[in-house]
């Protein structure tokens, strides 16, 4: 299994994003989002099921992101809606066999990450 994201970039305050991790290989496997700022652990956002039967957040997201996947394109989704200066960071994919892992611990294969930035 092999995971590559996409869809980052520079956007302003208040502005959406949706972030695209496109998955080679066996697609039989729970995923999730992480971020890392500089010089900060690397942060859980959310994690889906493969059946999105179970989906969690991390408390700090409130509504503002949504995840989602497409089994048939063996692709997850990030939106990110209303985003803020310290929303700033690299994002991660990540996929794992244990479902509703909030730790990068719980997770096998990770992308090489995408760049967001938000200015103000």
């Known amino acids: 299994l092999q995971l590559v994201e996409s869809g980052g970039g520079l956007v302003q305050t208040g502005d959406s994003l949706r972030l695209v991790c496109t998955a080679t290989g066996e697609a039989y496997t729970n995923r999730a989002w992480f971020r890392q700022a500089p010089g900060q652990d690397r942060e859980f956002i959310a994690t889906?099921?493969?059946?999105?039967?179970?989906?969690y957040y991390a408390n700090w997201v409130k509504g503002r992101f949504t995840i989602s996947r497409d089994n048939a394109k063996n692709t997850a989704y990030l939106q990110m809606n209303s985003l803020k200066p310290e929303d700033t960071a690299i994002y991660y994919c990540?996929?794992?066999?244990?479902?509703?892992?909030?730790?990068?611990?719980?997770?096998?294969?990770w992308g090489p990450g995408i760049q967001v930035t938000v200015s103000s």
């Open positions: 990540a996929a794992g066999p244990a479902p509703g892992g909030t730790r990068p611990d719980a997770y096998e294969t």
């Open positions: 889906i099921t493969w059946s999105s039967t179970r989906i």
